[in-house]
């Protein structure tokens, strides 16, 4: 397998996003329950705000199309949600200004729904970042040739990987470390896999964002109150783009892979596996059931695939 890594042609956002901002709104219709839900129609943004006596919903992940909204007092509102995805219906792509998406968000639900209704003044604060932030998502789409080596690269994640001073948990899409931290989290998962098992909440997913996710594993940190206080950015007006791309970056470069094993180094009975490989006989030399047996432990011992007659380490072809 030729695994690429993705250079160029990263992808970079904010997912989701836990803040509050301070707006003039009805807190008695909020605190009374309201759910926005989002649609898409030929003429623009449909929303519709039930206003009626439950809790907000409440959708954990990023696979969410709507936003939790709570009133903490008159000009107080707490929202909660995967913001991009809310205002566009898909997190294929997505956006590294997270000032702008709250803007954008808090506008458009001024908008939509009497009960929220912010001065120009306040509009103008969110625009300078003068706002909190408890909770934020951010992300890294590392993109190969095809949907077969994203999904190999994501198996070696699952077989090969660690990280420092983080638990690792395997889910049959992804990887997480640090699943439980109070601090901050890592995982990793395929997004075209995502997008097929939620697809019910990506309803503007074109065959070109389809196709970017299929060759997709997407590299996400959750980062919690406790931690951003610690690294100073718990208000908007400390954070741009620059930001995101380091603090994503910072944290992909910690994974831990093994280091390629030079085949001399082997065991005999994998070099005579790999020659019959390289040279076409393997099928005559070996029983289905032992090529099989033998290809998983050249992965998960030595981080070898076979792919046709090439020897693949980590990238590079031996």
Excluded at 28 to 34: F, K, T, V
Excluded at 95 to 120: E, G
Aim: net charge positive; hydrophobic share 35%.
């Amino acid at each position: 397998m030729a695994l690429i890594s993705a250079t160029e042609g990263d992808l970079y956002s904010v997912d989701w996003l836990k803040v509050v901002v301070y707006i003039n709104h009805d807190q008695h219709s909020l605190n009374d329950g309201i759910r926005v839900d989002i649609r898409r129609s030929e003429d623009g943004y449909d929303t519709e705000a039930q206003m009626q006596s439950f809790r907000p919903v409440w959708v954990r992940g990023s696979y969410s199309s709507q936003l939790k909204i709570k009133s903490l007092s008159e000009s107080t509102l707490q929202i909660e949600g995967n913001f991009y995805k809310w205002l566009y219906g898909q997190n294929v792509t997505g956006s590294t200004d997270l000032v702008r998406l709250v803007f954008d968000v808090v506008r458009a639900l001024a908008d939509q729904i009497p009960a929220i209704a912010p001065t120009q003044e306040q509009l103008q604060a969110i625009k300078q970042g003068l706002f909190d932030i408890s909770i934020v998502d951010i992300n890294k789409g590392l993109l190969f040739q095809d949907r077969q080596e994203a999904l190999k690269y994501l198996e070696l994640l699952k077989h090969n990987s660690s990280y420092p001073y983080r638990k690792k948990d395997i889910e049959s899409n992804g990887v997480y470390f640090g699943k439980t931290s109070k601090r901050w989290l890592i995982k990793y998962y395929h997004k075209g896999n995502e997008i097929i098992a939620n697809r019910k909440h990506q309803k503007r997913i074109t065959a070109e964002l389809k196709a970017v996710a299929d060759v997709m594993i997407r590299c996400e940190v959750r980062i919690k109150w406790t931690q951003l206080r610690e690294w100073d950015l718990l208000t908007g007006d400390k954070w741009d783009t620059k930001t995101v791309i380091k603090l994503i970056d910072d944290a992909h470069s910690k994974l831990r892979m093994p280091e390629p094993v030079a085949l001399p180094e082997m065991p005999k009975r994998y070099m005579k596996f790999i020659s019959c490989h390289k040279a076409g006989t393997v099928v005559d030399c070996y029983s289905s059931k032992t090529i099989s047996k033998m290809k998983a432990d050249l992965v998960r011992k030595y981080g070898f695939y076979l792919d046709g007659q090439r020897i693949v380490s980590h990238g590079k072809q031996l």
